[in-house]
């Protein structure tokens, strides 16, 4: 069974920075397509961020394009979440999630971020985002 960690949340300043991680023991990931999801207080679980499985393309969720960055990191055997100029509107649990391309729905071979064709989940770090 695979089981991911996510770590690297924290407190930060409006305009800060925050670095997640999602890692995993005993399966490699780059084999897996990995997705990053947040859940706000009081709203759904979204889809921030994907990326396939070696060297393949990734997506963003619009209220986060130019602003975070996926990618592996593979001598780690971790999938990174690089946040910048973050935004209280931010604030939340992030969850990074795992599953095989073939499971995966692409658009435009970019992989989508549904959240129910995602079997492997992690526990979630929390971000917050405040002054």
């Known amino acids: 069974q695979l089981q991911l960690v996510e770590s690297g949340g924290g407190l930060v300043q409006p305009g800060g920075s925050l670095r997640l991680s999602c890692a995993a023991s005993?399966?490699?990931?780059?084999?897996?397509?990995i997705a990053w999801f947040r859940q706000a207080p009081g709203k759904e679980r979204e889809g921030v961020s994907c990326?396939?499985?070696?060297?393949?393309?990734?997506n963003y969720a619009d209220s986060v394009k130019g602003r975070f960055t996926i990618s592996r990191d593979n001598a780690k055997n971790t999938v990174d979440l690089q946040m910048d100029s973050l935004k209280p509107e931010d604030t939340a649990v992030y969850y990074c999630?795992?599953?095989?391309?073939?499971?995966?729905?692409?658009?435009?071979?970019?992989?989508?971020?549904?959240?129910?064709?995602?079997?492997?989940w992690g526990q979630g770090t929390q971000v917050t985002v405040s002054s």
């Open positions: 990326i396939k499985s070696r060297g393949g393309s990734t």
């Open positions: 999630a795992a599953e095989r391309d073939f499971r995966i729905t692409t658009v435009q071979s970019m992989c989508v971020m549904r959240e129910y064709e995602y079997e492997f």
């Open positions: 005993r399966f490699n990931l780059d084999y897996y397509t």
